[in-house]
Structures are given as C-alpha cells and as structure tokens.
Nanobody, 123 residues
Framework: QVQLVESGGGSVGSGGILTSSCLFS????????LGWFRQLLGKDREGIGV???????SYAELMKGRATISHDNAKKTLYLQMNSLKPEDTAMYYC?????????????????WGQGTQVTVSL
C-alpha cells in the first residue's frame, strides 16, 4: 500500500512563504501522479497542482504563479512551495498519489493520501 507522510506547513503572515514535504513509499508502478490539494472544513478537497513520475507539472488556477511543485525521486519526496500567501489560503493541505498518470487534478482519482498539514496565514 502506498504511504504518504507529510511534514511542513505551519503559520505565516500574509505575503509569506511556506514549504511542505511529502515522503512517499511503496509505489507499485513506475508511472504515477502525485498531487497537492487543500481542504477547508466542510468543503471538497481542491487541487493545487500535480506532477507525474517524469516531472511534468500542471497547476490549477487556484494558486497558479504562487505554488511550485517538485519531486526528488531518489529521496521519494514531493514538495510544495507556496509564496505570496493570503489569509484565504488557510486550510489543511494534503498530498495524494494516483497510479493514473494523467495529470488530472480531481481528488476522486487519487487513491492514497497523506495525513494532512495545517497552513494558517494571518493578516
């Protein structure tokens, strides 16, 4: 079973920068997709961006230009760097894995999730 363990997140003032990491393991296939999503309480999980095993990325308009996704396959780690953070970016952030390597940013296609990390942006 694919396992994802997140770290990072935290609290920052408006305009700040935060980086989150996601250590992934037990991926059964050489081709896959990893993604970052966020979720507000009572809301659906929404995509920030995805990256496939070849390093191709795709970003949602949600944080386009303010989020950068990368991964280090040797370290089995996925990264999310967010800058120019706004209070409305406050949410739980999750990394996800899917064996469906199509760069779809739909949470329904992701089969494994990290535990989530809280990001809080203050005024």
């Amino acid at each position: 079973q694919v396992q994802l363990v997140e770290s990072g997140g935290g609290s920052v003032g408006s305009g700040g920068i935060l980086t989150s990491s996601c250590l992934f393991s037990n991926t059964p296939y050489s081709s896959y997709c990893l993604g970052w999503f966020r979720q507000l309480l009572g809301k659906d999980r929404e995509g920030i961006g995805v990256i496939d095993s070849d390093g191709t990325t795709s970003y949602a308009e949600l944080m386009k230009g303010r989020a950068t996704i990368s991964h280090d396959n040797a370290k089995k780690t996925l990264y999310l760097q967010m800058n120019s953070l706004k209070p409305e970016d406050t949410a739980m952030y999750y990394c996800g894995y899917t064996a469906f390597p199509s760069l779809l940013m739909d949470a329904r296609y992701f089969e494994s999730w990290g535990q989530g990390t809280q990001v809080t942006v203050s005024l």
